[in-house]
């Protein structure tokens, strides 16, 4: 299944995925709104001084000169991630976006373990969802780091660079930045 939905908001910004559905934060009106995953329709809607905050990375930070941070103090240089894209905590690791590749730092040890091929990159999105890693910008691709040696692109080919992707355990959803367009495509 893959589709393209207009939304009813003015300035989407940022999504999020949940298995209620996925939650889209629009800037004109100051509103979180559920939609359901599956078929778009609207499921809630909450005022923005309301939501909760939520912090990307699993709270890792990576420096522009590469070094991450974990939560608990420790540090890890990492020359490959100068001028990378997007982290993402994922499957007891810390993913990093780096030119066509995807950067596997283990999260115990704090150690590069692997790097694995992607279809594009850096990319500005990346996000966990039932275990698989989901990123884009001018595409979306999956990674499910227990069976796949390298990230594949789903059937999504947006018309404008993407200004967020949103996942829960079944479906992706791609922001468009140029209009409120979203394209939906199951998580293989």
């Known amino acids: 299944m893959t589709k393209t939905l207009r939304l009813p908001l003015a300035t989407p910004v ?5 298995e209620r559905g996925i939650w889209v934060a629009d800037r004109e009106s100051n509103t979180l709104t559920c939609f359901d995953a599956r078929d778009g329709h609207q499921v809630e809607q909450v005022p923005l001084s309301e939501a909760p ?14 070094v991450l ?3 608990d103090g420790r540090t890890l240089s990492i020359p490959e991630a100068v001028g990378a894209g997007a982290i993402a ?13 995807l950067l596997l730092i283990d999260q115990y040890e704090l150690k590069h373990r692997a790097t694995v091929a992607a279809p594009e990159g850096p990319v500005p999105h990346l996000i966990c969802a039932d275990g698989k ?11 499910n780091p227990m069976s796949d040696h390298r990230a594949h692109a789903l059937p999504i080919e947006p018309k404008s660079p993407l200004a967020a992707i949103a996942a829960n355990s079944a479906v992706v959803w791609a ?5 409120p367009v979203v394209h939906i495509t199951d998580l293989l």
């Open 53 to 66: 905050a939520r912090e990307p990375g699993g709270g890792y930070r990576l420096s522009p000169a590469g």
């Open 89 to 101: 905590a994922c499957a007891n690791a810390v993913w990093i976006s780096v030119a066509n590749a």
């Open 175 to 179: 922001l468009e930045s140029a209009e």
């Open 69 to 71: 941070s974990a939560p």
């Open 133 to 143: 890693i989901v990123g884009g910008l001018r595409g979306v691709f999956v990674l």
């Open 14 to 18: 940022t999504m999020h995925g949940t």
